[in-house]
């Protein structure tokens, strides 16, 4: 497991310990993953925006998402790429790329490239339920 993330927004690490419940501390903040299958937003095809738990940063749009079978759920691009940080992750013997908040640097999940997916960018972002506030679009 990675060590602690950075914290842009300078909270410290008892307030984002409040701020969060034990579970989404392991993930946001120590860079963990949730169980397969079990997060909230895996196969839910509401109509929404996806923002950070942690700091309420709009990262995703269901327009993106796509059913890719990982347990998790996937987006095919960010909302803004500018939203999203990208870090070389060299753990479990084998190169990801972890994606990261821009705003508040919580861990998200990681992109994938080339898996042959019919989408506009043959990117996988596979994110974390747990790091994300779905937000309905009426």
């Known amino acids: ?9 300078g909270r410290g690490d008892d307030a984002w310990r409040e701020a969060l419940s034990r579970e989404e501390y392991l993930v ?8 397969p299958g079990t997060g909230a937003y ?9 923002a950070c738990r942690g700091c ?3 990262l995703f749009s269901s327009d993106t998402k796509f059913d890719a079978r990982c347990g998790w759920p996937a987006f095919y691009a960010p909302e803004d790429s500018s939203a999203i940080r990208y870090l070389v992750d060299d753990s479990l013997g084998m190169r990801r790329v972890e994606v990261r ?3 508040c640097d919580s861990h ?3 992109v994938f490239e080339g898996e042959g997916f019919n989408t ?3 990117q996988r972002y596979c994110i974390n339920s747990i790091c994300l506030v779905q937000k309905p679009v009426s």
Not at 28 to 35: K, P
Request: aromatic share 6%; hydrophobic share 30%; with cysteine.
């Open 1 to 9: 497991m990675h060590s602690f993330v950075d914290d842009p927004l």
């Open 28 to 35: 946001l903040r120590q860079a963990g993953t949730e169980r």
């Open 42 to 50: 895996t196969d839910d095809a509401t109509e929404a925006v996806y």
């Open 56 to 58: 309420g940063a709009e």
């Open 101 to 103: 908040c821009a705003r």
């Open 108 to 110: 998200l999940g990681h």
């Open 120 to 122: 506009p960018t043959d």
